[in-house]
Antibody, heavy 118, light 107 residues
Framework: EVQLLESGGGLVQPGGSLRLSCAAS????????MNWVRQAPGKGLEWVSV????????IYADSVKGRFTIFRDNSKNTLYLQMNSLTAEDTAVYYC???????????WGQGTLVTVSS | EIVMTQSPVTLSVSPGERATLSCRAS??????LAWYQQKPGQAPRLLIY???TRATGVPARFSGSGSGTEFTLTISSLQSEDFAVYYC?????????FGPGTKVDSK
């Protein structure tokens, strides 16, 4: 059974940084691209970023480009999202999501809440 | 960026009735379209990918159709557990984009 468990969310001040983690199990982690998708309170879903299975290529949404960095440690079966220069607009539940053979999401974590506020 | 729109915003349906949800893309996404179901406090769940292929474990009452720019998710006979928000997502172009969602609630 695929399991994705996010951690690292919390309250951070505007301009601050936070690193999210997603521990994966139940599948061959290095085989699949992995994503972060976020959802602001009461709003819809927004794709944030993707990293390839071996971690050699990344793509970002324009809203986070230059501020967020996605990376992975396949030896630890863990996906990360380093978030810098956070603003109130980054307040959301952040989900890690596994890509299937194409870039739709067949498995999701339970999410971790990031709140950016002073 | 491909903009996804969904209609209606809210669909009020009685159990046993048919529900038809629409999704439109601002440009062709071929059949690279997925549907997700999200219940309050839960992560989204994949229902349909490739516009019409049901994901593992998804009941046969869910079906998807369409290609290009126009897509439909149909729930043939709504069950109580189907009340939720439904999102479409295109995976034809970067960035990946979602529609704003359709809430299916009880009439």
């Amino acid at each position: 059974e695929v399991q994705l468990l996010e951690s690292g969310g919390g309250l951070v001040q505007p301009g601050g940084s936070l690193r999210l983690s997603c521990a994966a199990s139940g599948f061959t982690f290095s085989t699949y691209a992995m994503n972060w998708v976020r959802q602001a309170p009461g709003k819809g879903l927004e794709w944030v970023s993707v990293v390839t299975g071996i971690g050699d290529s990344t793509i970002y949404a324009d809203s986070v480009k230059g501020r967020f960095t996605i990376f992975r440690d396949n030896s630890k079966n863990t996906l990360y999202l380093q978030m810098n220069s956070l603003t109130a607009e980054d307040t959301a539940v952040y989900y890690c999501a596994k890509s299937n053979f194409a870039h739709f999401f067949d498995d999701w974590g339970q999410g971790t809440l990031v709140t950016v506020s002073s | 960026e491909i903009v996804m729109t969904q209609s209606p915003v809210t669909l009020s349906v009685s159990p046993g009735e048919r529900a038809t949800l629409s999704c439109r893309a601002s440009q062709s996404v071929s059949s690279n379209l997925a549907w997700y179901q999200q219940k309050p406090g839960q992560a989204p769940r994949l229902l349909i990918y490739g516009a019409s292929t049901r994901a593992t474990g998804v009941p046969a009452r869910f079906s998807g159709s369409g290609s290009g720019t126009e897509f439909t998710l149909t729930i043939s006979s709504l069950q109580s557990e189907d009340f939720a928000v439904y999102y479409c997502q295109q995976f034809n172009n970067w960035p990946l984009t979602f529609g704003p969602g359709t809430k299916v609630d009880s009439k």
